[in-house]
Structures are given as C-alpha cells and as structure tokens.
C-alpha cells in the first residue's frame, strides 16, 4: 500500500468561510478521491493567517496557550468582546481584526464613515496585554477598515497630537488630516520593556506610488481625490514622529499604516505568514510531506506581496505547493506558476461566481476529489 502525505494550509477564504473549514473541506474531498485498499492518505491540517482575521484561530490550533478577553469599544463605535491569546511559551498574540476588521462596519447599518475611524480600539487592546502582564506582544495586521496611519493607536498609549491652532485632534483619520503637531513624550512607560512585533499581512510602505492609501485606500472608501490629502497627512505625521525612515519600511503600509505606527513604538516589522509559519513550527512537517495545498479566497498580484501562499510555498520546499482559490486574477496568473505547479479555482467546478459564494464547502470538496484524481494518476 502506497502512503501519501498531505499538508493543507490555506488561509481563509475571507467573508466566506474560515481556514479551519477550508482545510476540512478539501481533507474530505482528498479521503473521498482516495478511497480505496491501494492508498493510505495521511492528511495534516493546519489552517493559517498572515496577521489578518484568523490569526488567533491559527496559532491556538496549535500552540498551547490561554485565551484573554477585555470588553472594547471597536472601530464600528459598539461595544465588543476582543480576545487575545497568551502562548505558554510567552507571547501575547493580538489580532488587530478583533477590534478594528472591516466585518464590524460591515454589518453595522450606521457605523462611523471612513473619515471617524481610527485605531484607537488597537491602541486599548495592547493597553490591556500590557496591563496583564505581557511584554512581548505580535500584533496581526490585516483586514483593517481604518486608513489613520495608526494616529489612533498612538494616542490610545499616551502620545498627544494637535492641529494649527493647538487644539487636540481626533483619534481617527479626520484627527490625521487636521495633525500639525505630535509630542511622543508621555507614550506608555511599559513599552519600553516590552518586545513588540506587528505581524504585516503585505509589504507595502506607508507612503509612495506601492504606499497604504494609494494601493489599499479605495478599498476602503477613499477616493481619487482624498488620497492625495491623506498621503501628505502620512508624511507629516512621519516628520512629527521622526520617522521617516520608519515609513519606507517594509510592512510599514500594512493595515491602513499600523505597521508605521508600531514602528514608531519600536515595533519590529515581520512577514506575518512567515511568523505564522514560524510561531506554530509547521516548515519540517511540510517539508517532510508529498504536498502541501494551500489556498485563498482571490490570488492576484497582491499574493505575491507577502500574502500567506506565497510564504507557504517557500517554506514548504523541496515540497511541491498546489493552490487552491475562489477565483486566480489572470494577470497574476503566470508569476503564481513559479510558486504552485497546479492552481484550481472554485469557479471552474462551481455553476457561478453566485454558487462558488453561496456553497464554497461544497465546491472546495469537489476540488479536493479533482486533486485526488490527479495524484491517483500519478
């Protein structure tokens, strides 16, 4: 009897269906193609995130530990339950998704528009870590619906900022437009014996042509003509927080531009897939299986900007990676070919872009199959 051995580690599939689920619904589809006396299918799933939504779902799956939770106010202006989660090794992992993630606005009828929202309920949520104790804390960047520059989560940790006439401003992107002064003196004390790290789901700098507004900013809300305002607004809170250099860094876009503001606080700035990958010490078991599948809910070219497949498939080597994702933007399409020798799309075995949304469990199963198929002829 021939064994194979498969990792699965997709992220999720965002506002359709988790990681977790994602990797159950090919794990069954795999068993049902495989059936049979000749084959011993030995599958792994490991659902993953890049520091976007699910974060704390991933590293709990595998890391013992002990959730946390503080009541917040988040970004939607409601009052939530935020979790958080203390490995036993030490680290305190925050999702900043928890408190400021499109989905809260999303579903909220008169959530605040994208000029009253800011960070500021991050900023709390490392307060209360820090406040039980925690210093060192991986903060998840990803899937945020503020575009502040992290003006918020500074102010929430003790730094105080007014526009020309002295006047404190806002936590939110409206206080960014309006910031002539920053004063970083009284920032919370704790953080200086603290190890920060902000776990960047892109590499995208806060500023220029590949910079957080102008690559992120209309997807949530800013038009043409706001990006211009809100890209010198970044520049001078980089002055005002002498920082330039940590604006041009790597990461430093992530988020709405959470990834500056962690580096102002000294933050380290990580490849969140990788720290992932790392954190729950998956590399030697893909690298010691036949295949790893991971997956996404749309592979473009923002895939191959730090996106979690990409970190997967370079991890896994010398195991082959095959992806899987609702749909695979046809641009990005051959670049993803040096990653993932095969790429399938929901779309090419559900009835519609409609039915791929609607039933992507069910379709993620047949896609599972359509690999089996594939492995049984060799």
């Given at each position: 009897?021939?064994?194979?051995?498969?990792?699965?580690?997709?992220?999720?599939?965002?506002?359709?269906?988790?990681?977790?689920?994602?990797?159950?619904?090919?794990?069954?589809?795999?068993?049902?193609?495989?059936?049979?006396?000749?084959?011993?299918?030995?599958?792994?799933?490991?659902?993953?995130?890049?520091?976007?939504?699910?974060?704390?779902?991933?590293?709990?799956?595998?890391?013992?530990?002990?959730?946390?939770?503080?009541?917040?106010?988040?970004?939607?202006?409601?009052?939530?339950?935020?979790?958080?989660?203390?490995?036993?090794?030490?680290?305190?992992?925050?999702?900043?998704?928890?408190?400021?993630?499109l989905p809260l606005i999303e579903v909220t009828p008169d959530a605040p528009p994208l000029a009253q929202r800011g960070s500021y309920a991050l900023g709390t949520l490392?307060?209360?870590?820090?406040?039980?104790?925690?210093?060192?804390?991986?903060?998840?960047?990803?899937?945020?619906?503020?575009?502040?520059?992290?003006?918020?989560?500074?102010?929430?940790?003790?730094?105080?900022?007014?526009?020309?006439?002295?006047?404190?401003?806002?936590?939110?992107?409206?206080?960014?437009?309006?910031?002539?002064?920053?004063d970083l003196s009284d920032l919370d004390a704790r953080l200086r014996d603290t190890r920060l790290r902000a776990l960047c789901d892109v590499d995208n700098p806060l500023?220029?042509?590949?910079?957080?507004?102008?690559?992120?900013?209309?997807?949530?809300?800013?038009?043409?003509?706001?990006?211009?305002?809100?890209?010198?607004?970044?520049?001078?809170?980089?002055?005002?927080?002498?920082?330039?250099?940590?604006?041009?860094?790597?990461?430093?876009?992530?988020?709405?531009?959470?990834?500056?503001?962690?580096?102002?606080?000294?933050?380290?700035?990580?490849?969140?897939?990788?720290?992932?990958?790392?954190?729950?010490?998956?590399?030697?078991?893909?690298?010691?299986?036949?295949?790893?599948?991971?997956?996404?809910?749309?592979?473009?070219?923002?895939?191959?900007?730090?996106?979690?497949?990409?970190?997967?498939?370079?991890?896994?080597?010398?195991?082959?990676?095959?992806?899987?994702?609702?749909?695979?933007?046809?641009?990005?399409?051959?670049?993803?070919?040096?990653?993932?020798?095969?790429?399938?799309?929901?779309?090419?075995?559900?009835?519609?872009?409609?039915?791929?949304?609607?039933?992507?469990?069910?379709?993620?199963?047949?896609?599972?199959?359509?690999?089996?198929?594939?492995?049984?002829?060799?």
């Amino acid at each position: 009897m021939a064994q194979i051995r498969i990792v699965i580690a997709p992220d999720s599939f965002k506002g359709s269906l988790s990681a977790d689920a994602v990797a159950e619904s090919l794990a069954d589809g795999l068993a049902d193609g495989m059936a049979g006396p000749d084959i011993e299918l030995v599958t792994t799933r490991a659902p993953m995130a890049d520091g976007g939504e699910g974060l704390l779902a991933a590293v709990a799956a595998t890391c013992p530990g002990q959730w946390q939770e503080a009541v917040q106010t988040g970004i939607h202006a409601r009052s939530l339950t935020a979790r958080w989660y203390v490995m036993d090794s030490g680290p305190a992992i925050i999702e900043s998704a928890e408190v400021l993630g499109l989905p809260l606005i999303e579903v909220t009828p008169d959530a605040p528009p994208l000029a009253q929202r800011g960070s500021y309920a991050l900023g709390t949520l490392i307060a209360e870590a820090l406040d039980h104790g925690s210093r060192d804390i991986a903060v998840g960047l990803g899937g945020s619906a503020c575009n502040d520059a992290g003006l918020g989560l500074l102010l929430a940790l003790g730094a105080r900022a007014f526009d020309d006439e002295g006047r404190p401003v806002s936590p939110d992107m409206n206080g960014l437009l309006s910031l002539a002064r920053l004063d970083l003196s009284d920032l919370d004390a704790r953080l200086r014996d603290t190890r920060l790290r902000a776990l960047c789901d892109v590499d995208n700098p806060l500023l220029g042509e590949h910079g957080a507004s102008r690559v992120y900013g209309p997807q949530k809300g800013l038009s043409e003509a706001d990006i211009d305002a809100v890209e010198a607004a970044f520049d001078i809170l980089a002055i005002q927080a002498r920082a330039t250099d940590a604006a041009e860094r790597p990461g430093s876009g992530a988020a709405g531009g959470l990834g500056f503001a962690l580096a102002v606080l000294g933050a380290a700035l990580e490849s969140g897939a990788d720290s992932v990958i790392a954190l729950t010490d998956l590399a030697p078991t893909m690298q010691d299986a036949d295949l790893v599948i991971t997956g996404e809910g749309r592979s473009d070219t923002q895939t191959l900007s730090g996106k979690l497949p990409v970190a997967i498939a370079r991890a896994a080597r010398p195991t082959p990676t095959w992806l899987v994702a609702g749909d695979i933007e046809a641009a990005a399409d051959d670049r993803l070919a040096e990653y993932f020798p095969r790429r399938y799309r929901l779309l090419d075995v559900a009835d519609s872009k409609e039915a791929a949304l609607a039933e992507p469990a069910r379709y993620l199963h047949a896609v599972g199959r359509e690999i089996a198929t594939e492995l049984r002829r060799g």
